[in-house]
């Protein structure tokens, strides 16, 4: 799975799920940009990687059109585009939600995939190809108290659906990848906090065990890859099977592992 002589841009590439993008794409000949709010951060990712690094807030539509602008006058027409950029939420009560929170998850997770999505999808169809991989979630997908995150995890799995019908005439691919819980280092540190019930998040997936940023990392190289080349408009959960398992709850849960049956 090659990707060289192709240029990959990643947004929120500094960290987590968007830097093992990063450093898996370049180590299959990706020449790869890494854009992040933390343009300290995202130089040292593209100083490893061999790529480059450009600040940007998704949020701001402008700032996607000038990025855009920016690194295809510098490097040349960007092949992939990896959306994943975002931000958590605190699980909390409807009521206790700020506004301000609200506004900030859907300013970032949902309106700024779309302002990236858009700038550099734009210009792939005007040219005639791209690949472009959307970072949604499993909380897309389920009822969770997560009530200004799910929704707009959703909203960027149906927003795929969307663009891919829209730019598939003109060659550009779109899908989406909606991880499980993923041992990123947010998850990490608060789990060593004791926020977090590793045991628990492990035993609510059908294998038993968390993602890792390179698993979804994976899962974005195969739709980027020419492998999937018939492949769009796809939501791919990469979950350790958490979505098929929880409904086994009303039935007494999961069976246990046979071990080794004659």
């Given at each position: 799975?090659?990707?060289?002589?192709?240029i990959?841009?990643?947004?929120?590439?500094?960290?987590?799920?968007?830097?093992?993008?990063?450093?898996?794409l370049?180590g299959?000949?990706?020449?790869?940009?890494?854009?992040?709010?933390?343009?300290?951060?995202?130089?040292t990712?593209?100083?490893?990687?061999?790529?480059?690094a450009?600040a940007l807030d998704?949020?701001?539509?402008?700032?996607?059109?000038?990025?855009a602008?920016e690194?295809?006058a510098?490097?040349?027409?960007?092949?992939?585009?990896?959306t994943?950029?975002?931000v958590?939420?605190?699980?909390?009560?409807?009521?206790?939600l700020?506004?301000?929170?609200?506004e900030e998850?859907?300013?970032?997770?949902?309106?700024?995939?779309w302002?990236?999505?858009v700038a550099?999808?734009?210009r792939?169809?005007?040219?005639?190809?791209g690949?472009?991989?959307t970072?949604a979630?499993?909380?897309?997908?389920r009822?969770?108290?997560?009530?200004?995150?799910?929704?707009?995890?959703?909203?960027?799995?149906?927003m795929?659906?969307?663009?891919?019908?829209?730019?598939?005439r003109?060659?550009?691919?779109?899908?989406?990848v909606?991880?499980?819980?993923t041992?990123t280092p947010?998850?990490?540190?608060?789990?060593?906090?004791?926020e977090?019930?590793?045991?628990?998040?492990e035993g609510?997936?059908?294998?038993?065990?968390?993602v890792?940023?390179?698993d979804?990392a994976?899962?974005?190289?195969?739709?980027?890859?020419?492998?999937?080349?018939?492949?769009?408009g796809?939501?791919?959960?990469?979950?350790?099977?958490w979505?098929v398992?929880?409904?086994w709850a009303?039935?007494?849960?999961?069976?246990?592992?046979?071990?080794?049956?004659?």
């Amino acid at each position: 799975m090659s990707f060289a002589g192709r240029i990959a841009v990643i947004t929120g590439g500094a960290s987590g799920i968007g830097a093992a993008c990063a450093r898996m794409l370049a180590g299959r000949g990706a020449q790869v940009v890494v854009t992040d709010r933390d343009i300290a951060r995202a130089a040292t990712l593209a100083a490893e990687v061999g790529g480059t690094a450009v600040a940007l807030d998704v949020g701001r539509r402008a700032d996607n059109e000038d990025a855009a602008a920016e690194i295809e006058a510098r490097m040349g027409p960007v092949d992939i585009l990896v959306t994943s950029a975002g931000v958590l939420q605190r699980p909390l009560r409807a009521e206790a939600l700020t506004e301000a929170e609200v506004e900030e998850v859907v300013r970032i997770d949902q309106i700024g995939t779309w302002n990236s999505a858009v700038a550099f999808g734009a210009r792939m169809a005007r040219r005639g190809g791209g690949a472009i991989i959307t970072i949604a979630s499993i909380a897309g997908e389920r009822s969770m108290p997560l009530h200004a995150y799910s929704p707009a995890k959703a909203a960027v799995i149906e927003m795929t659906r969307c663009l891919a019908a829209e730019w598939g005439r003109s060659g550009v691919r779109v899908n989406a990848v909606s991880p499980g819980f993923t041992l990123t280092p947010a998850l990490a540190q608060a789990i060593a906090a004791g926020e977090r019930d590793p045991a628990l998040l492990e035993g609510s997936s059908a294998l038993g065990r968390m993602v890792t940023p390179e698993d979804i990392a994976e899962a974005v190289c195969f739709l980027a890859s020419d492998a999937a080349r018939c492949i769009t408009g796809i939501n791919l959960p990469v979950d350790a099977g958490w979505l098929v398992a929880g409904s086994w709850a009303t039935y007494g849960g999961l069976p246990p592992a046979r071990g080794n049956l004659p």
